[in-house]
T-cell receptor
Framework: AQKVTQAQTEISVVEKEDVTLDCVYE???????LFWYKQPPSGELVFLIR??????QNEISGRYSWNFQKSTSSFNFTITASQVVDSAVYFC???????????????FGKGTHLIIQP | DTGVSQDPRHKITKRGQNVTFRCDPI?????LYWYRQTLGQGPEFLTY????????KSRLLSDRFSAERPKGSFSTLEIQRTEQGDSAMYLC??????????????FGSGTRLTVV
């Protein structure tokens, strides 16, 4: 069975601070995909990144960066110089080899509620 | 194409009634998924279609739930004899065929169901 753990239920920081959201996963698949989604108050899940299990290079996209470490089964997400608009719930997710979701579809963590205070 | 559309956005129903939700995926996406999200939790996978074929169903999908995608385009999710525990946000997502596009699943805004 697959599992995604986001241990941080809620994080509150002041604008312009850097913040890291943790994600730890469990899977028996040798090939898998990891995702991060943002869910603002409107409710729609916004895709941020997909990373496959063979690509351990860190990725940077503007103020966002992701650190994938297979040795610790972690896929952490850092926002640099946070802004109020970054306030949302962020979900880490895992899927199996089929990318159709395997036997259980995308497995999501419980999410981290990020609050950026002005 | 403006994304994945779901209708209605909100539904309030009395316990025991049947409800049906609709999802229109991105037109070139052949894969369609239904998820359920309760308050304070991440979405949970319910079922998956590739074209018109329903290929996977979660054990969460009781016999009161049925999903269809008759022509491989839009999909419907029906809940019969609703219970208060069915109250949740029902999310639909679509994705392109394998190897086409690198942007993962695209989710709709969801249908929020409240059973009273």
């Amino acid at each position: 069975a697959q599992k995604v753990t986001q241990a941080q239920t809620e994080i509150s920081v002041v604008e312009k601070e850097d913040v890291t959201l943790d994600c730890v996963y469990e899977t028996r698949d040798t090939t898998y995909y990891l995702f991060w989604y943002k869910q603002p108050p409107s409710g729609e899940l916004v895709f941020l990144i997909r990373r496959n299990s063979f690509d351990e290079q860190n990725e940077i996209s503007g103020r966002y960066s992701w650190n994938f470490q297979k040795s610790t089964s972690s896929f952490n997400f850092t926002i640099t110089a946070s802004q109020v608009v970054d306030s949302a719930v962020y979900f880490c997710a895992l899927s199996g080899t089929s990318l159709g979701g395997g036997a259980d579809g995308l497995t999501f963590g419980k999410g981290t509620h990020l609050i950026i205070q002005p | 194409d403006t994304g994945v559309s779901q209708d209605p956005r909100h539904k309030i129903t009395k316990r025991g009634q049947n409800v049906t939700f609709r999802c229109d995926p991105i037109s070139e996406h052949n894969r369609l998924y239904w998820y359920r999200q309760t308050l304070g939790q991440g979405p949970e996978f319910l079922t998956y279609f590739q074209n018109e074929a329903q290929l996977e169903k979660s054990r969460l999908l009781s016999d009161r739930f049925s999903a269809e995608r008759p022509k491989g385009s839009f999909s419907t999710l029906e809940i019969q004899r609703t219970e208060q525990g069915d109250s949740a946000m029902y999310l639909c997502a679509s994705s392109p065929p394998t190897g086409q596009g690198d942007y993962g699943y695209t989710f709709g805004s969801g249908t929020r169901l409240t059973v009273v």
